[in-house]
């Protein structure tokens, strides 16, 4: 569990970052290609999407990484964020049938599966004495109303007062409110009242509705999508954004969903972290996706650091992108790896091979193995702790035969 900390303003960011970020890239050589782009970015003027399709196009990743390295710096210096979490996946029944998900069963599968409140607690209690979040999201029970879930909330609140409770995406509050018959916004505040924190980023997908209405047709629309967090925010329930990228879409509506975020998080300030991650195909119906690669995905973390200047965030999602990929993430403008995990299903059901199995020293390992300072953080971005891994005892090497 996370010792009590000081509260840091600006959700750790460094309070003169915007100084910090004008003197680093003024002495910085910058490309003839990049180098408008840098003095954009020095006096903290949004990028537009012809500026994003110069990063997307230009051939030197290496130098796209450098300029979202020194935004990152600039705001967070060398430190990398994680938290002590565990995913808890409460349903797998959903009324919808999204082509890219490989999670989602109908109620009458054979695999099927719905936890009751009692379940649900029984299984955090296995990971309760070394977490500080619960992340819950997971498929649009045919039954469940607003009811259901204040029950749930409010009992892990009383049972476990210091762990957080980050649940639900928008999609999911959009069905609970029609199950429940009333607006949104109530069910919002009627869900935080019972113990929810924060929102989840989880469901934007691409906030182009061409795109939703292929490969997640029936979900909430883009203005949905917005409009629900708008909300949350409004409630006082901060929330995270996420993009999935590489199924159908155009760089030009990845950029879109980038600068809707952006302008979005200019008027209310709810959006703690933007979590970019690329689509896994296995065990799902959309054959023409177009599948990112390694450097596709850097390019957007990279990306994603440039264009989005109001979220402070950028999370290298490990549980998608695997360990070693959001290592390097760190040096291309991502400044978080989410947490330990310990258990989720939808994304290696889709087909992640990220580890499971992985504690707060292996997690700060992997964050000083890329170069920055291992930082833990609590759910809202409002606490931090500096965190030293153990020391590992080296092993003693044994002499070599010789013939």
């Known amino acids: 569990m996370m010792a009590s900390a000081q509260p840091a303003p600006l959700a750790g960011e460094d309070a003169f970052w915007l100084e910090r970020l004008d003197t680093s890239l003024r002495s910085t050589t910058w490309s003839q290609a990049l180098a408008p782009l840098a003095e954009k970015l020095a006096q903290n003027i949004p990028l537009s999407i012809q500026d994003g399709m110069t990063l997307y196009l230009h051939p030197d990743l290496h130098e796209v990484g450098a300029l979202a390295h020194h935004v990152r710096s600039a705001r967070f210096g060398n430190r990398a964020f994680f938290n002590s979490n565990v995913h808890i996946n409460q349903t797998n029944m959903c009324v919808l049938a999204c082509r890219f998900c490989a999670f989602r069963r109908s109620p009458r599968a054979d695999d099927a599966y719905a ?3 009692d379940e649900y ?14 992340h819950s999201v997971g498929g649009l029970h045919p039954e469940w109303g607003v009811e259901h879930y204040e029950n ?8 476990y007062p210091s762990i957080s409770i980050k649940a639900l995406t928008a999609v999911e509050i959009k069905h609970l409110g029609q199950r429940s018959s009333m607006p949104t916004k109530e069910v919002l505040a009627r869900l935080k ?9 989880g469901g934007a997908e691409i906030l182009d509705d061409g795109v939703r209405k292929i490969i997640c047709n029936g979900k909430e629309s883009s203005a949905e999508y917005l409009q629900i967090h708008r909300e949350a925010h409004e409630v006082g329930l901060p929330s995270n954004c996420t993009m999935l990228f590489g199924t159908i879409e155009a760089l030009e509506q990845r950029l879109q969903h980038m600068i809707s975020l952006r302008e979005l998080n200019a008027s209310t300030k709810g959006f703690q972290c933007f979590v970019p991650y690329p689509f896994l195909p296995d065990d799902t119906r959309l054959p023409q996706a177009q599948l990112a690669t390694g450097t596709e995905v850097l ?3 990279a990306v994603s650091r440039l264009m989005i200047n109001t979220i402070p965030h950028i999370k290298a999602y490990r549980m998608n992108i695997g360990d070693h990929l959001a290592e390097l993430a760190l040096q291309f403008g991502a400044d978080d790896i989410d947490g330990t995990v310990q258990k989720e299903s939808i994304m290696h059901l889709a087909g992640s091979s990220a580890p499971l199995d992985h504690d707060r020293a292996k997690l700060a390992r992997l964050i000083k193995d890329a170069g920055c300072e291992p930082i833990q953080r609590n759910t809202t971005y409002t606490q931090f702790e500096p965190y030293t891994p153990p020391v590992i005892k080296r092993r003693r090497v044994l002499p070599m035969a010789t013939q």
């Open 115 to 117: 936890m009751s409140i």
């Open 121 to 134: 607690m029984d299984d955090l209690a296995n990971y309760a004495h070394a977490i500080d979040e619960v």
């Open 152 to 159: 749930l909330f409010s009992q892990i609140a009383q049972t």
């Open 193 to 201: 009242a019972a113990g929810l924190t924060s929102l989840p980023g």
């Open 299 to 301: 390019r957007t973390i």
